[in-house]
């Protein structure tokens, strides 16, 4: 079997696990700059399944995806020490304020 090409999308989050007060702003949007950014642990799930299948297929390769600003590169950079072979960030002025329902699909 000829080896497969795997995208995983990713999205860095928000880290919840320690919410303080600052974490929401007054408007009811969530302060990131109060909160540290990790890689969403759900999209981890799919990274490590498509390095499953990448063991399992020889000559398999996987691409971590995100969109963000430049800081969003940190999601790659995890992605591939985490085993995945190159990544992409689809980074952009346009992309700023962008409708996050609409941009997850």
């Not at 969109?67 to 072979?85: H, K, L, N």
């Amino acid at each position: 079997m000829k080896g497969l090409k795997i995208i995983v999308l990713a999205k860095q989050v928000p880290d919840t696990r320690n919410v303080g007060k600052d974490a929401m702003k007054a408007d009811g949007t969530v302060n990131r700059a109060a909160l540290p950014a990790i890689f969403n642990p759900e999209d981890l799930n799919a990274l490590e399944q498509a390095l499953q299948i990448k063991d399992r297929i020889p000559g398999s390769k996987v691409t971590v995806l995100t969109m963000g600003p430049g800081r969003a590169a940190d999601i790659i950079r995890e992605g591939m020490f985490r085993g995945a072979d190159d990544g992409i960030l689809l980074s952009d002025r346009a992309f700023a304020g962008s409708d996050t329902l609409a941009t997850s699909y």
